[in-house]
């Protein structure tokens, strides 16, 4: 059974700048910590975290969702990817980022909800301001 978990937070950012960072290999680096290259566009690749992590856009909507297939160095050779799709709402200057992990390899679904929070959540919470 693929498991998958959904996941949010509330950003002191507007939509698009949220949207713009995760769709540049600056932006996506400056708002992880961590270096990141990333082609924003429908078909284009990214990889963050020193090639822990890579994928590829598949659906875009400017600054309102972002669906990507996305795997690790720990998904089984044989694993289908999984997909992330992340959406943006914004009210009142800032922005509700929901992101749902779905198709995850068995076991692993723990692992990658606690990595979301702690490699991307925090550190984008402190990169936009809390």
Not at 38 to 53: H, L, P
Not at 71 to 81: I, L, N, V
Not at 102 to 127: A, H, T, V
Request: glycine share 6%; hydrophobic share 35%; proline share 3%.
């Amino acid at each position: 059974m693929k498991n998958e978990f959904t996941v949010s937070e509330t950003l002191n950012a507007s939509a698009e700048t949220i949207y713009n960072a995760w769709l540049s290999t600056q932006g996506h680096t400056l708002m992880t910590g961590s270096p990141a290259k990333v082609d924003g566009r429908v078909k284009g690749e990214f990889t963050a975290w020193d090639g822990y992590i890579w994928g590829t856009f598949l659906e875009l909507e400017a600054s309102k969702r972002i669906v990507q297939a996305w795997r690790t160095s720990e998904f089984p050779d044989d694993a289908d990817d999984s997909k992330v799709e992340v959406l943006l709402e914004e009210k009142d200057g800032k922005t509700k980022v929901t992101l749902i992990h779905s198709n995850i390899p068995e076991d692993q679904e723990d692992s990658y909800k606690q990595g979301w929070e702690d490699f991307y959540f925090k550190p984008m919470r402190e990169y936009f301001g809390e």
